[in-house]
């Protein structure tokens, strides 16, 4: 009898943990101890051999429970479950997102290296890219979405790094404009860079389409990062992040992050197993109501224009790129106010069922102004460029009653184009 199948959101209620293994609690119990107790010194001393790599594990061999910087049921169990979306060999979560970013920038660049990257990218990366990485001596170069192929591998060529390059790292959906990068093409550009000696890694963060919509490594991606306070949190009560990516890989993650201490705890590891199990039917009513509030906001006489890859003009050539990455268009927004901040702040201070907050993915819609908020670092220059602009609106959606969210964004656009009739009149009245 051939053996069957189950889907990752069935897995999600059991997989990696037996009853028995806890008085028969149909859930797992949080782990709530430092330390583990061995049977024997020789099954300690097989245990850190195996956690510092000193040696390759035998044949059925796993690491056992040592102590919970390096290990823990609740840890374990979380990360074999998280393996199952984005079918990878293993995983490593830590306490945040921008952990698990710096972590992976950390360990595959080193002084002289080159990393290339996309732009934009949420705003702590981008800061850790611009200020923390040129103080240890990692070169850095950028390209965004409008760049061909053959642009990207000039700017490498003339960068006089080329032979440094390490690791292209890409957020893509871009954090906040929805802009979308061919992870093939990247892939490519790392192939061309690659030698025996060296690979050339990709790293891609697909916290914007969550493990549901997109999985990066089937596309030539090395390493996924997660901002999992998001979609795979999903309740806007816990912090944490995850990287995953085949077994080399993530060894090497899982053992920078054992030295920098970086690593959850069993009740954050706890509350994102709780979180997993809804994530399908969470994330799927929350693209449902982002695809109906998308295309009435298209059509609002209020809006300039809206970022969304349910939109997307199916003659475009990231269409095409989005048939191929993705398997639906994802719950964030961005919409462009016509006018500045002015009407930007107008409209998000006139909301009453969207939350004024950053974040996203949470069950609960939320907006915010990304120029000055998540990326008020980013240069004003790039911000320009990247069309992060004062009049831009970051909505995620949640899984409200989509007529509720469409009742509230109207009647606080209503409230903006009162305030643009006020200031006109106002103008007219003092010529």
């Not at 961005?334 to 409209?347: C, M, N, P, Q, T």
Request: glycine share 6%; aromatic share 10%.
């Amino acid at each position: 009898m051939n053996k069957y199948n189950l889907s990752p959101e069935s897995l999600m209620m059991s997989y990696g943990y037996e009853p028995e293994w806890s008085e028969g609690a149909i859930k797992p119990p949080i782990f709530q101890t430092s330390t583990f107790v061995f049977k024997s010194a020789e099954e300690g001393k097989a245990y850190f051999e195996l956690a510092y790599g000193l040696r390759d594990k035998n044949k059925n061999e796993q690491l056992g429970l040592i102590y919970s910087r390096l290990n823990n049921p609740n840890l374990e169990i979380l990360e074999n479950r998280l393996c199952l979306w984005d079918k990878a060999d293993d995983c490593a979560v830590f306490e945040s997102g921008m952990s698990a970013i710096s972590t992976v920038l950390m360990e595959f660049l080193k002084p002289g290296d080159l990393l290339l990257y996309s732009s934009p990218v949420y705003g702590g990366t981008d800061h850790f890219i611009h200020h923390f990485l040129p103080s240890i001596g990692v070169n850095t170069l950028c390209f965004d979405a409008s760049d061909s192929k053959e642009d990207i591998i000039e700017r490498i060529e003339q960068s006089g790094y080329k032979a440094n390059l390490s690791l292209i790292y890409i957020e893509t959906p871009a954090n906040p404009t929805n802009d979308i990068i061919d992870i093939s093409v990247c892939k490519e550009i790392a192939d061309l860079y690659s030698s025996e000696e060296k690979k050339v890694h990709i790293a891609v963060d697909n916290t914007y389409m969550g493990p549901l919509w997109s999985q990066p490594l089937k596309h030539g991606a090395d390493i996924v990062l997660y901002s999992a306070t998001k979609y795979i949190g999903g309740h806007s009560d816990v912090i944490a992040g995850a990287v995953l990516g085949n077994f080399e890989i993530i060894q090497r993650v899982k053992t920078l992050r054992t030295f920098l201490g970086n690593m959850p705890s069993p009740h954050t590891c706890w509350l994102l197993l709780r979180s997993l199990e809804t994530l399908k039917v969470r994330m799927e009513q929350q693209m449902q109501n982002a695809n109906i509030i998308a295309k009435y906001l298209n059509e609002h006489s209020q809006v300039e224009s809206v970022n969304y890859l349910g939109l997307l003009d199916k003659e475009s050539k990231n269409y095409k790129i989005y048939q191929k990455q993705y398997s639906a268009p994802g719950a964030m927004i961005s919409l462009y106010i016509k006018g500045g901040e002015e009407e930007a702040f107008f409209f998000l201070n006139n909301l009453k069922l969207f939350k004024l907050a950053v974040s996203l993915g949470s069950t609960e819609s939320l907006a915010q102004h990304p120029a000055s908020m998540t990326h008020a670092g980013v240069e004003p220059s790039s911000k320009q460029r990247l069309k992060i602009t004062d009049n831009l609106v970051r909505l995620s959606i949640g899984i409200e009653n989509y007529e509720d969210l469409i009742w509230d964004i109207n009647q606080a656009l209503e409230k903006v184009a009162m305030l643009d009739t006020a200031k006109s009149s106002d103008f007219c009245g003092r010529v």
